[in-house]
């Protein structure tokens, strides 16, 4: 079959109607999501943004190996096997820093359209200053260019086998789509934009206002999004693919509008980054997947994005190799297993304290503490950076926000979570650079 997939930058799975959101309007991935599998409990692998994609890619954890950096040469890439095994393979995006500085994320891909504009701000947004100035129109927006990138890849395609990789930036910061957008969760908006500070932002002098139009702006984005979902989904229908075409829409992490007391997804001093954890706005993403011919259902099984590449190469048809660390889950969406991973890892990568660093972009910057990983289970979440220094245990069924550490009364529990992430490290080939200082657990 052909095989879209889609990844939205920064996209919480709790701002998505179908996942419970009463106020944000994203009625074309509600109605997407009824068609198919709904994952309840998908957790991210590697964070940020490009380690996550070389989970995506690679089938294999980027947070204990390779953290912000360029594709390995002798690494095979999703598209790589497709490729090879004779799909067309095809990808619209404007995520900025997929093919920049040898990245190679282009590789495998016989057509490859980047949209330009979504710059790094270290670039002083030259590139998005210059894409912003030429905006009049909705279509004149990032992903609204990239939605008919891909559906101009549809159309010309649509005769062959094809594999289709649609990669949109938004709704990452900054955070300025069209007026009506915003207007829709902050009536009176002024045209402002809020750059997150990446910082505790009460501390930085920030006013709730200003929190407030950064997540209307932010909404905004989201609907805007769902409305490319909607066109992307309306022409597979109206082409008449959608009895061959399996669909899939995700996130690489979420975002911080003062939960925790962040405004960012991790947090920043000069430029040293800080410890801050990986909380469950930050690591629980939307994974919803169309397959043609199977029942549509709301799945609560525990599963993790670096999942994603190895059920991509089942769905195509591949034999997966021994070498990627991912679980297919078309066994679980087929009904052939309830269950699936006991545990998932969300991670920072495992730099030390003291190490230069690449977390959010190719600017090197001295990891001042020691990052947090985050181990998920159906009810426990539990925060770990190192041996040095404490962890913390939340029980998510009766605290979904995270806000009471209960490690002390619960030490078992976080004792057989640490054993459990310690012995992940292990299978997956850790150096022992990372390993010997995460071996133990701090005991209050």
């Known amino acids: ?23 944000i309007h994203t009625p074309h991935l509600d109605q997407f999501a009824e068609t198919g599998s709904q994952f309840e409990n998908c957790y991210i692998t590697s964070f940020p943004t490009m380690p996550m994609r070389a989970d995506l890619f ?35 995006v404007d995520t900025p820093f997929l093919v920049r500085n040898a990245y190679g994320y282009d590789r495998g891909f016989k057509d490859f359209s980047l949209i330009p504009g979504q710059g790094s701000h270290h670039m002083k947004n030259m590139e998005r200053a210059r894409i912003t100035y030429e905006r009049r129109y909705e279509e004149d927006y990032c992903a609204p260019k990239t939605t008919t990138a891909a559906i101009k890849c549809i159309e010309y395609y649509h005769k062959e086998k ?3 990789y649609i990669d949109m930036w938004d ?14 969760y902050y009536p009176g908006y002024d045209g402002r934009s809020i750059k997150p500070c990446y910082c505790k932002w009460r501390e930085k002098g920030l006013l709730e206002e200003e929190i407030e139009i950064a997540h ?70 939307p994974l919803l997947i169309y397959i043609p011919g199977i029942k549509p259902k709301s799945m609560k099984a525990l599963v993790s994005s670096i999942d994603i590449m190895p059920t991509v190469l089942e769905l195509a048809g591949i034999e997966i190799p021994d070498t990627i660390q991912g679980k297919s889950m078309v066994p679980l ?63 998510t069924e009766t605290d979904p926000k995270e806000s009471h550490n209960v490690i002390d009364k619960h030490w078992s529990v976080a004792t057989d979570l640490h054993q459990k992430f310690v012995k992940l490290l292990e299978e997956i080939n850790t150096s022992e650079n990372y390993l010997s200082i995460r071996r133990g657990l701090y005991k209050h």
């Open 1 to 23: 079959m052909n095989i879209i997939l889609i990844i939205s930058d920064t996209f919480r799975q709790d701002h998505l109607g179908c996942y419970g959101n009463k106020h």
């Open 58 to 92: 690679t089938g294999k954890y980027a947070f204990s190996r390779l953290g912000w950096a360029p594709l390995p040469p002798k690494e095979t890439t999703l598209s790589e096997y497709l490729y090879e095994a004779g799909y067309v393979t095809l990808a619209a």
């Open 162 to 164: 094809f594999f289709l």
């Open 171 to 184: 709704p990452h910061e900054p955070w300025n789509p069209p007026a009506w957008y915003v207007e829709k």
């Open 216 to 285: 209307a702006c932010y909404c905004g984005e989201i609907t805007m999004v769902d409305r490319c979902v909607g066109r992307i989904v309306d022409r597979v229908r109206t082409i008449g693919l959608w009895e061959n075409t399996a669909i899939i829409f995700t996130s690489d992490h979420g975002f911080y509008f003062g939960e925790h007391g962040i405004f960012g997804k991790a947090l920043q001093e000069k430029e040293n980054w800080v410890q801050a954890g990986l909380y469950r706005e930050v690591t629980r993403v």
């Open 333 to 395: 969406i087929e009904g052939e297993i309830d269950s699936f991973r006991d545990f998932a890892v969300s991670s920072y990568p495992l730099y030390n304290p003291g190490e230069p660093s690449k977390i959010v972009d190719d600017w090197i910057r001295t990891v001042k503490d020691p990052h947090f990983s985050t181990v998920s289970t159906s009810k426990w979440s539990f925060l770990y950076s190192t041996q040095e220094h404490p962890a913390q245990l939340y029980n």
